[in-house]
């Protein structure tokens, strides 16, 4: 489930196992989400789960 940090509306998307989301646009309020300084990719920053490369301890998308 990915959070907008804006205005705190929660959709669950299916997260890509072989690729980053580096944007990601609310669908409410259509803020366009990019990772913090530090995370790989939108569902770091923003999602209740991490990415799977970080889950398994590897270097994200790279």
């Not at 940090?5 to 690729?19: D, F, I």
Request: proline content about 10%; charged content about 20%.
């Amino acid at each position: 489930m990915i959070t907008c940090p804006k205005c705190r509306h929660q959709k669950t998307e299916a997260m890509p196992t072989n690729y980053c989301v580096f944007f990601y646009e609310c669908e409410q309020c259509r803020t366009l989400l990019k990772p913090k300084p530090g995370d790989c990719c939108v569902f770091c920053s923003y999602g209740t789960v991490k990415c799977p490369p970080i889950q398994r301890g590897q270097n994200c998308c790279g």
